[in-house]
């Protein structure tokens, strides 16, 4: 990934973008070509040196059954939106802007590993699923479904895990524009509805930039 320094994401950033990930594209490439699959996906900070990223696809997906030549990549995906140049402080002084797109964004390498193991799967299912399910009303169990169905469903499944070897992750939020165009940016995703991108904006913008 290009990644030039005033956009390189510090490794609090990349724990954040991990701890809230939901779901992202697996990408392997084996003996019949590239295949990607996109999955829920739970980060384990505690499996091996670096972590893992813990997930299951069908079992009649075969990327699990065709093996990865070299390592894996999990593209994760954080905050994105357009940036309009009239966000810019500068259009009103010079007009010297053009759009861009603003964007948090991570690829993580490693060995990916199958465990076509119902034991295995049952619990990453309940991991997952509690995980989506807190902070609902009225949240949904692994335990509501019948165990017969529920042992049905466990057996067209397979789980993967990538073991993290590495991470390259990049946070495109403005930090390279004058202070004035930062505050511009996020007041306009502000505006446009996407909270979520200006607060990133906000917490990325450089201290002497202030």
Request: aromatic share 6%; charged share 20%.
């Amino acid at each position: 990934m290009y990644i030039p320094e005033h956009f390189a994401a510090d490794p609090q950033a990349v724990g954040e973008l991990l701890a809230n990930l939901g779901a992202a594209d697996l990408i392997t490439v084996t003996d019949d070509g590239m295949l990607a699959t996109f999955l829920p996906l739970l980060h384990d900070p505690a499996v091996g040196d670096h972590g893992a990223l813990l997930g299951h696809v069908a079992r009649n997906n075969d990327q699990w059954r065709r093996p990865a030549r070299g390592e894996a990549l999990v593209i994760a995906h954080g905050v994105d939106g357009y940036v309009s140049p009239s966000y810019y402080a500068s259009k009103a002084e010079h007009g010297r802007v053009v759009p861009t797109w603003n964007y948090v964004t991570a690829h993580v390498y490693g060995s990916l590993i199958v465990h076509d193991d119902v034991a295995w799967v049952a619990d990453l299912v309940r991991r997952l699923t509690d995980r989506h399910e807190a902070g609902r009303e009225h949240p949904w169990s692994v335990d509501d479904a019948p165990a017969a169905y529920l042992q049905g469903q466990l057996r067209a499944i397979v789980g993967v895990e990538l073991r993290i070897s590495r991470i390259e992750a990049k946070a495109k939020l403005s930090q390279n524009r004058p202070g004035a165009d930062i505050s511009g940016v996020a007041a306009g995703f502000e505006r446009d509805g996407q909270a979520e991108v200006a607060a990133a904006v906000r917490a990325a913008r450089p201290a002497e930039k202030a």
